[in-house]
Every structure is written in C-alpha cells, then in structure tokens.
C-alpha cells in the first residue's frame, strides 16, 4: 500500500471528489500524516493527541505491541489477541524445565483501557497453577516482583517473557501472594514439589478441553494422529530452499525499492522490515516534486481487524500476488480486492504480478506441476485486472528488479493522475 503527498496537494485540481472513504480528522497541530505515524510506533501521550485518534493510536499501538513480539525469540510461549477485543490476549505456556516442566498453563493477558497507559497489563491463569505469585483465588499472576512500577518504555513482551521466567526458576524470596505455596516452598520443598507436579499433571488432562471462550483466536489443540500429522510432520524437517521460503515477494518490493537496489540487501535471505518507508523524487512530466510513502501490509494476513486501521487517506494500493504461487492469485480476487473496496471505494489500484523471475525456474515449475499447477500468465493477469477494474497490471522481480521501476513509476501516476470514474448513463423519461 502506498500513500503520495506532493507539494501541490492544496490545489483543489488534486483533491479526490466524494469519497466515501473513512478519512482521520485534520491535524490540527499541523503535523503531517508521516510524522504523526512515526509518533505512533514510538507509543505517544494519547491524552494529548486529539481525541478523534484515540482509537486509532491505540489499535496502532497494539499492533505495534504484537509486531515486537514477534521478532523475540520466546521459548514455549503462544500469544495472539483476541478477535473480537484487541485488548485481550490469549496464551498458552509450554514448561521446558524446572519444577513445572511438562506442564501447558494456558492464560488470558488484558491491557488496560487506556492502554497504551493505565499501568501494567493483567495475567491471569486459566489454568490451576500452585505458585508464590499466583492468586490461589483468581489465578492472577503478580506483576510487581518483575516490573515494581510498570513505565511507559515497557514491552508486552517483557510481560511474557516473565511468565516464563517465573514458572521455570521459582525463587524464595519472592513476595508471595500464595502464603501456603510460599511457606511450603520454603519449609518443605518436597511437598511443595509434588503440589507443582500435580499442576501439571491436571493442566494436561485438560489440554483437549473445549474452548473456554467463542472466540475464533482461541488456542485449541486436538490429539496427535499419525495419518493426519506425520506427512505435516515431515514436511517442517525437510530442509527448505530459498525459493520456498519466499512469500508473495512485497516486502522484498519495498525493500529494493527504499535501499536503491543495494546488492548487500538483496543478497540477504530474508528482507528486512520493510514497513512505513519514505522515499522522494520528481515527477518526470512537469518536475514537482513527490514523497512516496510505502506501507507494507504482508505478514498482517492473519489480524483482519487491524490491517485496515491503515487504509484511510491512501491515494493508490498495489495488490501483489506471486505468479507462481496459483493460490495467491485467487486470494486477489476473492480476499484483497474486496477488502480494499469495501474500505476505500474510489482508491485507485494496480494489481502487480512478483517473482516473475521464478516463472521461468525449473524446480520452480516442476514443483508446481506436480500439484497440476502451472506459473500466472501475463495473459492471465491482465485479464483480472480488467475484471476487478484495476488500473493497470505490471509485473516484477525485486530480485532481477525487472519492471520494478515500471510498478512504482505507474502508482505514482496512479495516485496524482487518478483514473476518472465511468459516468452512468441516466435514463430520461419522454
């Protein structure tokens, strides 16, 4: 998704005309949309922005909250919000060592109302766990031996990482919340022991429970069964080779594109993040000048909720599919360009085909032939492009950068030279 401002964006010739789209108020402390965003990722004092972003911030806060998240290396751990409430998380625990080891402690983490203020988040285990910090009553985990005031440049994170820490390393000095589980700990470790071990003797025979929420973000499990599993299995040892490991190719996209095609980037195996980066240049009809701010929404596909809290006020969106991924064309049809519809009715789009240095590939294409598959033509492309009403169809290769000029060259013209929209004829009655 990219979003163009030029400096002559106040002459009227450029505003868009009745929009249905949502659009966020006016700053009115001058701010640009660029800098306000990057004040979103470094968690602003939401009680001094206007108050018609409150909910924005804060649904971009989360999001942030959980990207950091995922680039930590959490041993054993699963967290993903809720569906239906951003604010709340569920998790499950996996004990790999200590007293608790073996044991699958399933847990709801809540942040404040206020969040990103509010203090610290709450924990609370579903599941029963006989521990110093826990609240024999409520399941509630103490925060306070961790994180004695919760300040502003804490990480959810950090949160859950203390879980873990708190679960495999039980130390008696802390502050218990638990007296019984504390003065056993203390006085007779053996017992204490067998009343940890009896935790997770319980916490498995309740691994296959039914949901305790209707949630669809849930985390469930169902029993190992070796004709379903083992070919699954089998496939995660299985070495992989770099082709396989590459997506839809948009972040490699936006990546060559911000770093000029820098050798030392493209030889990495994995792109780096690529989100939210702003590059300049001039429009080659006339020399005005443009910034083409690009954010890349790949790896959101999973958060429906949120992704779209990025769409307002975009002036043209890139829909990108692999052509040699067949199901990652169908999802343009059936997936993307409905969503950006519904929330951005008139917004141009230019629906581009990546990896198309791959189409040509042997192991690629044999790979695909035996699931009776074969590479996305450019015949193919084009045709769905003129169904869904797209603007254009471009293909690329971040990797070769064949045609990548082509692809943002013609959103630029996309999002200052929007396509008119085609008049419907009145019937006039005589």
Request: net charge neutral; with cysteine.
């Amino acid at each position: 998704m990219s979003t163009i401002k030029g400096d002559s964006d106040k002459d009227e010739n450029f505003k868009r005309q009745g929009s249905f789209r949502k659009l966020l108020p006016t700053n009115t402390n001058g701010e640009s949309q660029l800098s306000m965003s990057v004040k979103m990722i470094d968690r602003p004092n939401i009680s001094q922005t206007n108050k018609d972003y409150v909910v924005f911030l804060q649904e971009y806060n989360i999001l942030s909250e959980y990207n950091m998240l995922h680039t930590q290396d959490l041993k054993g751990i699963y967290v993903i919000p809720s569906a239906q409430n951003s604010l709340v998380w569920f998790g499950v625990q996996f004990i790999r060592q200590g007293i608790y080891q073996g044991g699958v402690f399933r847990f709801t983490l809540t942040l404040p109302e206020n969040f990103p203020d509010g203090g610290c988040p709450k924990i609370v285990f579903q599941t029963h766990v006989f521990h110093p910090l826990v609240n024999p009553e409520t399941g509630e985990l103490c925060t306070t031996w961790g994180f004695i005031e919760w300040k502003r440049n804490n990480r959810v994170w950090q949160l859950i990482q203390y879980i873990t820490k708190v679960l495999t390393k039980v130390d008696t000095r802390m502050t218990p919340i638990n007296q019984e589980a504390s003065t056993l700990l203390q006085n007779n470790f053996d017992q204490f022991r067998e009343r940890a071990k009896e935790c997770v003797r319980k916490s498995l025979n309740q691994v296959y429970n039914p949901p305790a929420f209707e949630d669809p973000h849930y985390i469930t499990f169902s029993p190992y069964i070796p004709e379903l599993h083992d070919p699954v299995k089998q496939q995660i040892y299985e070495s992989k080779t770099e082709e396989e490991n590459r997506a839809v190719g948009l972040s490699w996209l936006v990546v060559v594109l911000t770093f000029n095609g820098n050798r030392t980037i493209l030889e990495n195996k994995e792109p780096q993040h690529a989100d939210n980066k702003v590059r300049c240049g001039r429009r080659r009809s006339c020399g005005d000048p443009y910034t083409l701010g690009l954010f890349d929404t790949a790896g959101q596909e999973d958060y429906d909720r949120l992704r779209p809290l990025s769409y307002p006020q975009t002036d043209v969106f890139l829909v990108c599919f692999s052509v040699v991924s067949p199901s990652s064309f169908e999802n343009v049809k059936e997936k993307w360009v409905p969503e950006i519809t519904h929330h951005c009715q008139r917004t141009p789009f230019l629906l581009v085909g990546t990896q198309i240095d791959l189409r040509d590939d042997v192991a690629t294409t044999e790979k695909l032939a035996k699931n009776k598959q074969k590479p996305i033509s450019a015949e193919q492309g084009e045709k769905l492009a003129k169904e869904l009403k797209a603007v254009k169809y471009v293909e690329c290769s971040a990797l070769t950068q064949k045609g990548l000029k082509n692809v943002f060259d013609e959103a630029i013209l996309a999002a200052l030279e929007p396509p008119e929209p085609v008049k419907k004829r009145r019937c006039v009655l005589l």
